[in-house]
């Protein structure tokens, strides 16, 4: 039921730096977990981050680790992904995602029912 658009997205350099958006239109949006995904050209989408209800837990693939950090501001409605030392790797298109909120963080895309378009993230070399 919740409505999900990302934003943020552009052509950088490699070593640069981007935040992403994802802004919901849901009055209940603290009830949900949130999650960022990203697909590239050729390949399966591909999790990155996720976030719990509250916002005390986040998970990252390892190879964001260290990188990229995940955020949200339940009265703004928002979920963010802070990226930084962007690699060329890092290309593809971001999609925020939102799950009904349970126990334990989910990575996988089938365990999310609400999917933004996605904002497409290019990185030069």
């Known amino acids: 039921q919740v409505q999900l658009v990302e934003s943020g997205g552009g052509l950088v350099q490699a070593g640069d730096s981007l935040r992403l958006s994802c802004a919901a239109s849901e009055r209940t949006f603290s009830r949900y977990a949130l999650g960022w995904f990203r697909q590239a050209p050729g390949q399966e989408r591909e999790f990155v981050a996720a976030?719990?209800?509250?916002?005390?837990?986040?998970y990252y693939a390892d190879s964001v680790k260290g990188r990229f950090t995940i955020s949200r501001d339940n009265a703004k409605n928002t979920v963010y992904l802070q990226m930084n030392s962007l690699k060329p790797e890092d290309t593809a298109v971001y999609h925020c995602?939102?799950?009904?909120?349970?126990?334990?963080?989910?990575?996988?895309?089938?365990?999310?029912?609400?999917w933004g378009q996605g904002t497409q993230v290019t990185v030069s070399s």
């Open positions: 976030i719990n209800w509250s916002g005390t837990i986040t």
């Open positions: 995602a939102a799950r009904q909120s349970s126990y334990s963080i989910r990575t996988r895309p089938s365990d999310y029912d609400y």
